[in-house]
């Protein structure tokens, strides 16, 4: 068997291998929760953001199905409350509220009318996020909205919730959607800066300044033209480094919360979709919007959560 034949075979295993998987996963979906698993009611209260379309909408119905109580957000209020009005004409229970996680006011208002409206919450899944970015396109013109948008938006709207975050014997539960795109120490599209890789990947000395750094020092280099020599992933640049960014900020996080009491714990957490069928991805996706989600919602209501800090895809642990 030659090169070309070896890699053929490879693909086709890994073809496979992933189907088998996904096949799995349908069949864990069709399995009800019993009544000792249920956490949650109809009091408990989840935020999705993003939420009008693809994943986010996926998430949100699928959540309410369960029994939850669900606030879809959305950045545009018309098709945020055409969407939530679709999910309660099915009989679930959705609310709509405005949120644009870049905007300081719009985050402050948002949790006022949460606050005000339900008293807190109980499961955030920051699902918001852009990527300009399609197939083999890898200019990072919008580099500094992607960053701003999936890393610090991402990051103002956990910062922002966890004082909304109700007390429980189950724990709060934060997820937020990334992608494989931002592993640290992915075979392909990595950091090529060993010392950069080696601080960003040690849990003992890792920070949020150390990761706010590297972000700076990219925007940069794309303002003054240097990013391409700067050692950074060269397939889907931008996005690539704002999940990097996502990922190790829920890494900080759960060590931060991991001090709080037992009464008050929160549990955060980071998943990949895959390559999911949405307009984000230009509908070349090979994954569901429905499958898309399943993680989130499996993360989102597992009975004994003790998981914190993790990355997941396919409801397994993946390394960073």
Wanted: hydrophobic share 35%; glycine share 8%.
């Amino acid at each position: 068997m030659d090169q070309t034949e070896k890699q053929l075979d490879k693909k086709e295993r890994t073809k496979d291998r992933r189907e088998k998987r996904r096949q799995e996963i349908s069949l864990l979906r069709s399995i009800p929760y019993s009544g000792n698993q249920r956490w949650w009611s109809a009091e408990t209260i989840a935020v999705v953001t993003g939420a009008n379309r693809g994943i986010g909408f996926q998430i949100t119905q699928q959540l309410a199905t369960h029994g939850i109580t669900v606030i879809l957000t959305s950045r545009e209020v018309a098709v945020g409350e055409e969407s939530a009005k679709v999910l309660k004409e099915g009989g679930l229970d959705v609310g709509f509220h405005q949120l644009d996680i870049v905007d300081d006011v719009s985050i402050d208002s948002f949790c006022a009318w949460v606050k005000e409206n339900y008293g807190g919450i109980d499961i955030l899944i920051n699902n918001a996020g852009v990527n300009h970015n399609v197939g083999s396109d890898n200019s990072v013109e919008a580099a500094e909205t992607v960053i701003n948008t999936n890393y610090y938006g991402t990051k103002k709207m956990i910062k922002a919730a966890i004082p909304l975050m109700r007390p429980s014997a189950q724990g709060a539960r934060i997820v937020t959607v990334s992608s494989r795109l931002g592993r640290l120490n992915g075979k392909r599209n990595r950091i090529s800066d060993d010392d950069l890789r080696q601080k960003l990947e040690d849990t003992d000395s890792l920070s949020e300044e150390l990761i706010d750094a590297t972000m700076t020092k990219f925007l940069e280099q794309v303002k003054d033209g240097t990013w391409t020599s700067g050692g950074w992933p060269q397939t889907n640049t931008d996005y690539s480094l704002s999940k990097l960014a996502v990922n190790a900020f829920t890494r900080v996080m759960a060590k931060k919360l991991s001090s709080r009491s037992e009464a008050e714990k929160i549990y955060i957490n980071c998943y990949c979709p895959g390559m999911v069928k949405t307009a984000m991805m230009g509908w070349a996706g090979q994954v569901t919007p429905e499958e898309g989600a399943d993680t989130a919602i499996w993360l989102s209501l597992l009975p004994d959560q003790v998981i914190s800090g993790k990355f997941f895809a396919e409801r397994r642990e993946i390394h960073f």
